[in-house]
C-alpha cells in the first residue's frame, strides 16, 4: 500500500477526445455557413427545410429500432439525429448573420417560425443529452417523430426575417427567450418519459385492453386531426377557444386511452424506475431554467412594459406551468409519488405547456402578441 | 398544544401543498381566459349579456388575480411554505450534515442495494482503480476508513449542500411572496401622454388588473414633481430592405421639482429612468394633429402672375407659329421663361414657422397664425401619415381684417391665395415647402415598493432550485477484502435523488475500472 495518507485527491481526466469532437462539428458548421453566406446560393430556409427531412428520416429509423431491435438501426439513427442538428444549427447561423447583413440583426428566435425552428433543436438537444446519460433510445421513437413534425410544420408560416418591434431590441431578448425555450424543451422530454411511463405501468400490469378503449382511442384521434387543425388555423374568437377546450379535453382522453392501446409497446420500454428518474431529471434540469425564465421576462418587463409583472395571458400560463411542475416535484421528491399520479401531472404540466406556447401565441390577445407571426 | 401541533402537521403537509399549489393554477386559469381581466361592468354586460356579467362580477371573474380567494390562496401557500420548512428541515439538515457511520457495518453489506464484484486484480491495484472510479464519478475526495493487511474500508461523500436547496428555495419564495404583496397593495401604476414642449405633474391610474387608464376622476394621481417632455423622435432601421422600419423611439424629459429642473434625461424604449421612487417608461407615442415645425416658401405674388401671363402667351403663340425660324425662337423664350420661374421659386426667400409661433413675419408685415393643423381633410388621418398640412394666418389691411391658409398643394394653394390673400390686396403667395409633424410622448409611470425584495427573492429561488436540483447528495460506503488471491469488493452506493442513474452507472462502469469482463454479481 503505497499511499499512507487517508484521504485521497482526483486527477484531473483528459478532454482531448471531446475537444476534438466539437472541433469537428464546429468546423463544419462554420464551413457551411461561410459557403452560405459567401455563395449566396443557398439560405437558411433551404438548411432548416433539410434539417426537417432528415429528422423525418431519423423518426422512421427511431422507430424502425423500436420494432425491430437492430442495433445497427440504433446507431444510425443516433448518427442521423445528430446529422439533423448539427444542419439545423448551421441554419441558425446563417439566419443571424443574414439578418445583420440586412442591417435588422437580431438573434434568431423572435417570431414564430424561427420559435418553432429553435424548439425543436432545444428539445434535441436534450434528448440527445439524455440518450447518452441513459443510454436507452425507445424513448426516441415517440420524441423524434414530433420533432421531425414541428419542423417541417414549421414551414407553413412566415419564413421571412423581419425587423423587431421597438419593445424587442433589448439584450434580454437573448437570456430571457432562451431560458424560455431551453425550460420548454426539457418539460417535453419529461413528457415523453412520463407517457412512457404509464405505457410500461400497463404494460407490466397486464391489464386487459377493452374493446372501449380501443374505440376511444380511435374515435378521439379521428376527431383530434380535424378538430387540431381547425383550432390551429382558426379565427381569433371566443369559439376556436371553445374548440380548443374540447380538444385539450379530447387529447387528454386520447392519451389516456393510448396508454392502454399501446401496451404492446412497453416491452420496448425502459424500466419504470429508470423512466420515473428520466422524468424527475428532465424537470429538475428545467425547472430552476423556467424560474430564472420568468424572473427574467419579470425583469425585462420592469424596463419595457411598465411593471415586473402585468397578469399578460403569457405571464399567466408560464405561471401555471410552474406550479404544475412545482406540484410535481413535491409529490415526486417528498411524497414518494413515483408513479400514475406524479405522471399525469406531467402530462397535465405538458398541456399547460402547449398553451402557454400555442395557445397563448394565436388566440390571447396580450402583450406577447408579437409572437403570432 | 396537541392540537397545535396537529393543526401545524396539517398545515405543512406536502399534499396539502400540491393541493394549494393545483388550484392555484386552476384559479390563474380562470383569470387568463377569454374573460378579458380589468374591464368595467358595462363592458362585461355588452359582451356576454347581464346575467352572465353578473356572474363573473360576484365571482371576481373580471378580476381574478385580485380577488379575495386567489390572495387567500397565496397566503395558504406562504404559510405551507413556512411550516413544512420549520417542520422538514431540521431533520434533513441533520442527516445530512449529521455524523455519519463511514465504515460498511455487516447490516449495510446485507442490503439489497449492495453491490458485489470479485476481481482477480491485488487489492493495492483495486483500491487505485476504485479510487480512480470514484474521481471519475465526481466524488472529490475518498477517505480510507480502516486499513488492515486484507482489508480496506472506503467512504466518499459529496454535494450535502443539495440538501439545503429546499431551505434555500422556500425562504427565496416567502421573500418574494413579500415584495409581491408590498408591489399588490402599495404600488401604483398609470400613464400619461405629453405633448412635445409641454409639462405636466399628474398621470392617470390604469384600472385594477387593466393596462387601461382608468376613467375615474379619484384616479388621477398627483406626482411630487413635473415633467416636461423637450422632444420626441424616431429611430429608424439602417436597411435597405426595411426603410421606414421604426427602430425604437425617445423623449428627452426633463424632471422640475419646486419651480426648478433637476434632471434632464432621455427615455427610450427599453430605457426607463427612475426618480423619486417613480419610473418613467417611453411606453407608446403619437402625432398631436399640430404642425411641429414647417419650412415656409414665400413668393412675390405679382411677378408670378407676370410671369404666368408671359407663359401662357408664348404657349398661345407657340401653338399658331407656322414660321420653323420664330418657332425656334419662341421655344428659346419659353426656355428663358422656365428657368426664370424655377429661379423665381428657389431663390424665393424661406421662413422657419414653429410650433407655439404667434406671428409669421413676411417682408415686414406681421402676419398673426390664427390656427394650424397637420390635416385640415381628416385629422385622424394623421396617424397614417396621410397629410395635408395648413397654417392659417390673419392680418389686417386697408381696415379689414381677414384670414389667408398656408397650404402645401401648389394646386389648392395658388387658387386659394388668389381668393383669399390677394383679392384683399397681399403681394406674397405663402406656401409649405416642408414640415414635421408635432408628436406626444406616451410615459408609464409606476412606483412599486418592495421591487427589491422581488429580486432578491427570486434569485434566491433560482439559487435554491439549482442548489436542489443540479446537486446531487451521495454517499458510497466501499469494503475490499483479500482472499485467495483475488479481491472481493463491497459497494453501497446513496443517492439523494437519480438513484437509477446512479447505480446504473456504478453497475456498467465499475466492471470495466475492476478488468472484469462479465458483470458478476454475487
Known amino acids: ?373 | 398544544m396537541n392540537y397545535l401541533k396537529k393543526i401545524f402537521a396539517f398545515l405543512g403537509n406536502v399534499k396539502l401543498g400540491i393541493f394549494y399549489l393545483i388550484v392555484l393554477a386552476i384559479l390563474s386559469i380562470l383569470g387568463s381566459t377569454y374573460i378579458k381581466q380589468g374591464e368595467t361592468y358595462f363592458v362585461y354586460v355588452r359582451e356576454y349579456g347581464e346575467d352572465a356579467a353578473k356572474i363573473i362580477w360576484k365571482l371576481w371573474l373580471n378580476n381574478v388575480f385580485h380577488s379575495w380567494y386567489y390572495q387567500l390562496l397565496i397566503v395558504l401557500v406562504g404559510l405551507a411554505v413556512i411550516v413544512s420548512t420549520i417542520e422538514r428541515f431540521p431533520n434533513i439538515y441533520l442527516s445530512a450534515y449529521g455524523k455519519v457511520r463511514k465504515k460498511l457495518t455487516k447490516n449495510q453489506e446485507k442490503s439489497i442495494n449492495t453491490l458485489k464484484y470479485e476481481t482477480s486484480l491485488p487489492l493495492s491495484e483495486a483500491l487505485n482503480r476504485i479510487k480512480e472510479f470514484l474521481f471519475d464519478k465526481g466524488f472529490k475526495k475518498v477517505e480510507i476508513v480502516e486499513q488492515k493487511d486484507k482489508e480496506v474500508f472506503l467512504f466518499a461523500e459529496k454535494g450535502k449542500i443539495s440538501r439545503l436547496g429546499m431551505l434555500v428555495t422556500h425562504i427565496g419564495i416567502i421573500v418574494f411572496l413579500v415584495g409581491a404583496f408590498m408591489g399588490s397593495y402599495f404600488g401604483i401604476r398609470g400613464q400619461i401622454e405629453i405633448p412635445e414642449g409641454e409639462f405636466r405633474d399628474a398621470f392617470i391610474k390604469f384600472r385594477e388588473g387593466s393596462l387601461q387608464p382608468s376613467m375615474d376622476p379619484n384616479d388621477i394621481v398627483k406626482l411630487p414633481f413635473a415633467i416636461k417632455v423637450n422632444k420626441f423622435w424616431l429611430d429608424y432601421y439602417d436597411s435597405k430592405e426595411f426603410k421606414g422600419a421604426i427602430k425604437s423611439f425617445n423623449s428627452e424629459i426633463e424632471i422640475w421639482k419646486d419651480g426648478k429642473l433637476v434632471e434632464k434625461k432621455v427615455v427610450q424604449v427599453n430605457n426607463p429612468t427612475d426618480f423619486g421612487g417613480y419610473r418613467i417608461f417611453q411606453a407608446s407615442y403619437g402625432k398631436t394633429g399640430d404642425i411641429k415645425y414647417a419650412k415656409l416658401i414665400v413668393v412675390d405674388y405679382t411677378k408670378m402672375l407676370d410671369l404666368m401671363k408671359k407663359v401662357s402667351d408664348v404657349q398661345k403663340a407657340l401653338q399658331t407659329e407656322k414660321d420653323p425660324k420664330k418657332l425656334e425662337q419662341l421655344k428659346k423664350i419659353m426656355k428663358g421663361l422656365e428657368t426664370e420661374s424655377v429661379v423665381l421659386f428657389s431663390q424665393a426667400p424661406r421662413i422657419d414657422y414653429y410650433y407655439g409661433q404667434k406671428y409669421i413675419e413676411v417682408n415686414g408685415t406681421k402676419l398673426a397664425v390664427v390656427n394650424q393643423t397637420l390635416n385640415y381633410k381628416n385629422p385622424m388621418l394623421v396617424n397614417q401619415n396621410v397629410y395635408d398640412p395648413v397654417i392659417v394666418v390673419s392680418l389686417e389691411k386697408n381696415g379689414k381684417r381677414f384670414n389667408i391658409p398656408i397650404l402645401a398643394d401648389p394646386n389648392v394653394a395658388i387658387p386659394a391665395f388668389n381668393q383669399f390673400g390677394y383679392a384683399n390686396g397681399f403681394k406674397y403667395l405663402i406656401m409649405i415647402e416642408e414640415f414635421e409633424p408635432r408628436y406626444f410622448s406616451g410615459l408609464q409611470i409606476s412606483k412599486f415598493p418592495g421591487t427589491n425584495l422581488i429580486w432578491l427573492g427570486t434569485i434566491i429561488v433560482v439559487m435554491g432550485t439549482m442548489l436542489a436540483f443540479y446537486t446531487v447528495h451521495r454517499r458510497v460506503w466501499i469494503k475490499l477484502e483479500e482472499q485467495d488471491g483475488k479481491t472481493k469488493v463491497v459497494i453501497l452506493p446513496y443517492s439523494q435523488k437519480f438513484k437509477e442513474s446512479f447505480d446504473e452507472s456504478i453497475k456498467t462502469d465499475l466492471p470495466k475500472y475492476l478488468g472484469i469482463d462479465n458483470q458478476k454479481e454475487s
Not at chain 1, 429553435?118 to 447518452?132: C, D, G, H, N, S
Request: hydrophobic share 55%; with cysteine.
Open chain 1, 1 to 373: 500500500m503505497e499511499s499512507t495518507s487517508s484521504v485521497l485527491y482526483r486527477k484531473r481526466p483528459s478532454y482531448l477526445q471531446g475537444a476534438l469532437f466539437v472541433l469537428a462539428v464546429l468546423s463544419f458548421i462554420g464551413f457551411v455557413t461561410s459557403a452560405a453566406i459567401l455563395s449566396h446560393k443557398f439560405g437558411n430556409v433551404l438548411l432548416f427545410q433539410i434539417s426537417g427531412l432528415i429528422y423525418g428520416i431519423a423518426a422512421i429509423l427511431y422507430i424502425t429500432y423500436f420494432i425491430f431491435k437492430n442495433e445497427k438501426v440504433s446507431k444510425l439513427a443516433t448518427l442521423t439525429l445528430f446529422t439533423g442538428w448539427v444542419i439545423q444549427s448551421t441554419a441558425f447561423f446563417i439566419r443571424g448573420i443574414e439578418a445583420y447583413q440586412m442591417g435588422i440583426f437580431h438573434p434568431p428566435w423572435t417570431n414564430l417560425y424561427e420559435s418553432l425552428m429553435f424548439f425543436p433543436w432545444l428539445a434535441t438537444t436534450v434528448y440527445l443529452y439524455i440518450e447518452r446519460e441513459y443510454k436507452t433510445k425507445a424513448i426516441g421513437a415517440f420524441f423524434v417523430p414530433v420533432v421531425a413534425f414541428l419542423v417541417i410544420w414549421g414551414h407553413k408560416f412566415n419564413t421571412d426575417i423581419s425587423p423587431l418591434m421597438p419593445a424587442l431590441r433589448s439584450y434580454w431578448l437573448y437570456i430571457h427567450v432562451l431560458a424560455s425555450f431551453a425550460g420548454y424543451a426539457g418539460f417535453t422530454v419529461a413528457f415523453g418519459a412520463s407517457l412512457a411511463y404509464l405505457i410500461k405501468e400497463n404494460a407490466e400490469k397486464d391489464v386487459k385492453v377493452k374493446p372501449i378503449y380501443v374505440i376511444g382511442f380511435i374515435v378521439s384521434l379521428a376527431l383530434l386531426i380535424p378538430l387540431g387543425y381547425t383550432v390551429l388555423t382558426g379565427a381569433k374568437d371566443i369559439k376556436t377557444m371553445i374548440l380548443g377546450i374540447i380538444f385539450i379535453i379530447l387529447l387528454l382522453t386520447f392519451l389516456y386511452f393510448a396508454t392502454y392501446v399501446l401496451k404492446p409497446l412497453g416491452r420496448a420500454l425502459p424500466s419504470r424506475n429508470l423512466l420515473s428518474e428520466i422524468t424527475l431529471k428532465a424537470v429538475t434540469i428545467s425547472f430552476p431554467i423556467w424560474t430564472a425564465s420568468i424572473i427574467l421576462g419579470g425583469a425585462w418587463a420592469n424596463e419595457a412594459w411598465g411593471s415586473y409583472w402585468s397578469w399578460d395571458p403569457k405571464e399567466n400560463w408560464a405561471l401555471i406551468v410552474w406550479l404544475f411542475f412545482a406540484a410535481y416535484i413535491h409529490g415526486r421528491t417528498i411524497g414518494k409519488w413515483k408513479g400514475t399520479k406524479a405522471s399525469w401531472i406531467v402530462v397535465a404540466g405538458f398541456i399547460m405547456l402547449l398553451i402557454c406556447y400555442f395557445g397563448v401565441n394565436l388566440y390571447f390577445p396580450g402583450l406577447h402578441s408579437y409572437a403570432t407571426e
